[in-house]
């Protein structure tokens, strides 16, 4: 081999750049070897946007078809010109190849060397890429991918559910699952695969996990590096179209010394981060604000549901410890009070919660514990057994809306109302329709939730089908019980988040609004 000369083309530049999910034709290169769409790579997309877009790319695919092949010379002479005349920011590509293809765990960027280009100054042009060898085999990917997918399916996700509940439910397996190597002295905790089959990493580890599981689930991620408490790296998140950060490692039970799962840092806003004083490398392509709230964990009914936010009542935290067997409370900066009033409310109540338990209960001697995690305090009694939810007695009765018609059914004195909205779009239903199936003794519930007519489920009426909510239900589990008050009572939280099912259900006396008149409703075992 010729002796080629080694070119540094790794600078830099700061590029203000306007980040759109485009298409970008590359067929040949992806559809054989992602397992997910092409269109979730946020640095390709990216490149895309920059001055010479097309070029930025095609080179992308390059060095990617390269490193899919596990090819240790990737011929880069068609671009060579390009790199003379400055039409291509080579860092930049590789940064964006780099933080959007966990998938590719088996290059070794431990290497300084790698992804140097080198030429002969005659047009000749190429990078060398070193692999790690104990995963640089079909046998590895082939574990990594069936590992994965499997990981997905123990974790809870099915389909039909939203990209939150699969971005909570990823989240929650990853940091149960990776152990945090403060040794560093595993092997692969800098990659997807250490994480998931050796379960030991650290923050590239986690990462790169938590964004290859979301690829699979058919959502958008990228990692992000920069400076928290040193180097460190986490995710950007697209949910429902709007981006978010997440931070697995920092919310991992060993990493905040609290052996608790921490939602600290599930799909938060950038300025959080940057609050804190983490700083956000510039790879010369824009990482979005980050601005939205929506699918923060605190502002969703998935955390409404079993805890309590922003609401310092003693009563609240008898609740929670009779059926959760612990009681959280978080600040989240939104109330009337500070963070200082809220930390001395907890600890001022925090024994006349745990005796109001005890007496009630019966238990002289407790095993309880109450510490801080973040802006959460947790209050846990650990030999009290957790009470079943109580079931309010009445049947619920079913609701919807009708989507096609707008027709509204009201309710009989003893069966209540129900309407029907459409699943399949070329059903059409009429009032007439809707009055028949209102008399319509057999009608066959499907999707039965632990044997009860649950929100979501489907009616089936001969050839048609449709799907209900249940009065009272918000959280759809079938029954109805305390935390369906306390999701009322928080307001159409869900109606917010895209839920509409849920957000009919928690409006039970039908005034358009859901409150405490609706909570208070649900509690006294009254619906109408």
Known sequence: MKKFMKTAFLALICVVISVLAITVSAADVYDTSLPFDKELLYGRNALAEMENGNRHVELYDCIYKGIENRETEIDLKEFYMDFMLGNITYGVVILAYRYDNPQHFWVDYGREDNFTVYH??????YIEISY???????????????????FIVDAGVKEGMSEYEISLLIHDAVVNHVEYDEEFAADNIYNAYGALIGKKAVCEGYAELYQYLLYLCGIQSHAVTGKANGDHMWNLVRIDGEYYMTDTTWDDPLWNNTGRIAYEYLNVTREKMELEGREIDDNGYQIPD???TKANYYNNYFYNMSNFKDQPLVENA??????????RFHYNGNGTYSFVEFQKWCNENIEAIKDEVLIERGIVSPLYSCIQLYNEYILTITNVDIMPLPEIQNIPKITAICVDTEVKVNPSSNAGGVAVCRIDSGISLSETDIQELLNNTAVEVGNLVNGNVATGSKLIFGNEKALIAVLGDVDGDGILTVFDANMAQKGDISFQNGYELQGVASD??????ADKVDSQLILNQIVS
């Open 120 to 125: 002969n100054g005659k047009g000749d042009c």
């Open 318 to 327: 008898i609740t929670q410890i009779k059926y959760n067997g612990e009681a």
């Open 290 to 292: 980050c601005n939205s």
């Open 508 to 513: 039970v006396n039908g005034d358009d609004i």
């Open 132 to 150: 790690i060898d104990d995963v640089n085999k079909d046998t590895a990917r082939d574990k990594f991918k069936a590992a994965a997918e499997q």
